[in-house]
């Protein structure tokens, strides 16, 4: 199995992302990127591994003014890409083989992309390959899994109920390596000024098992229940979702609500 089909979705999937998972995590990074690079009006900006499209349309929803593209090789969530907004150009392609001749943008930004790409370092190499001399980079990628309290209790129950390789997928959004190499990764790709920073935002979701049932249905670890029924998967959400609960500290889930921080690298960086 090549690297990217293993996150391609169902049709389902990449709208239950959008509802559910959009909103609750990476809406919140997606500002967070926004606010730090500030694209000025007239700049042409790239959004690298856009999913569904939140970074490029959050910034269309601030008026910005100026060429908007969005780039994913995931056809289903690009298909809701575009359902959501005509003012970006959505195209398919690999963050590993930018489709756009070199010096295209002003912008490039990556958000909570960088994890699923299987030469990290050619993709920091082909976003800087796209940006104009001086261009800015605006990047987001979760660090190690045991440093998102929630995500790091759901891989173990997964583990438990399901099996060790059931965590893979999960435990594969988040980057083993520290700040310092990717770090490493933008400046050996010609970037100059290159800060990196350890963010922790606060996610929310209504309860254990809402956040354990949008990871099973709204992400390709929906494979992992297809063998069930619909009774047999809502008995494994909620046995997951217990253990899930009894993992944590009783301060996340102040009144039922799963409240609990959520760490990433994020990266400010130009070209000479």
């Known amino acids: 199995m090549a690297a990217h089909e293993h996150w391609q979705m169902d ?22 990127l926004l606010d730090r690079i500030e694209p000025e009006h ?20 601030r008026g910005h003014v100026g060429r908007l593209v969005g780039v994913d090789l995931n056809g289903a969530m690009l298909a809701i890409a575009r359902a959501k907004s005509r003012e970006v150009e ?27 790409f299987p030469d990290r370092p050619q993709a920091v ?26 995500a790091y209790a759901f891989v173990q129950a997964l583990d438990k109920f399901l099996g060790a390789e059931s965590s893979r997928t999960k435990r594969a959004e988040h980057l083993s390596c520290g700040a310092d190499e990717v770090g490493n990764w933008v400046r050996q790709a010609g970037f100059d000024r290159a800060q990196v920073e350890t963010v922790s935002k606060q996610i929310s979701f209504p309860s254990a098992l809402d956040y354990v049932r949008f990871q099973l249905t709204a992400t390709p670890m929906a494979a992992l229940l297809k063998g069930e029924d619909e009774a047999g ?12 609960a009894g993992r944590l500290d009783p301060s ?12 990433s690298f994020v990266v400010v960086a130009s070209l000479c």
């Open 233 to 244: 998967r809502a008995r494994l959400i909620a046995e997951i979702a217990d253990d899930v």
């Open 11 to 32: 049709a389902s999937a990449p709208e239950l992302y959008e509802r559910y998972l959009v909103p609750a995590i990476t809406s919140v990074w997606a500002d967070d």
């Open 125 to 150: 190499r082909e976003i800087a390959r796209v940006l104009r001399p001086s261009g800015r980079l605006g990047l987001s990628v979760y660090s190690s899994i045991e440093r998102t309290p929630a």
């Open 90 to 116: 959505w195209i398919e392609g690999s963050a590993l083989g930018l489709p756009f001749a070199s010096r295209s943008f002003d912008v490039v930004l990556c958000q909570l992309g960088l994890q699923f």
């Open 252 to 263: 996340t889930l102040a009144n039922g609500r799963l409240t609990f921080p959520q760490e």
């Open 42 to 61: 007239g700049e042409s900006v790239l959004d690298v591994a856009c999913g569904t499209g939140v970074v490029a349309r959050r910034l269309a929803e």
